[in-house]
């Protein structure tokens, strides 16, 4: 595994990508708020980067759940469970 901060010149970033080898398992974000909203930043960072699955880790939350189709909000825990299903 190899981990990643990803920043480009206009401001875009993204916190954590999770590679194996040339594919980016996932794009974390971590959020304090319990209900997260995408936003331009992570949008963009998946658009570029295309990981397999991407989330924002947040304190406290029942379950996961999904933003759209690959974005996701859960714990670390949780997100630790999805992202060894990419393997």
């Given amino acids: 595994f190899r981990y990643y901060f990803y920043r480009t010149a206009d401001g875009t970033e993204c916190d954590l990508l ?3 080898g040339v594919k980016c398992l996932a794009s974390i974000g971590p959020k304090f708020t ?3 909203g ?3 930043s992570m949008t963009m960072a998946i658009n570029d980067v295309k990981p397999s699955v991407a989330f924002y880790i947040v304190p406290e ?3 996961p759940y999904s933003l759209n189709d690959n974005l996701f909000v859960a714990t670390i825990p949780q997100t630790l ?3 060894k299903e990419q393997e």
């Fill in 18 to 20: 999770v590679f194996k």
């Fill in 34 to 36: 319990p209900a997260p």
């Fill in 38 to 40: 995408k936003t331009r």
């Fill in 61 to 63: 939350v029942a379950a």
């Fill in 81 to 83: 469970e999805r992202i």
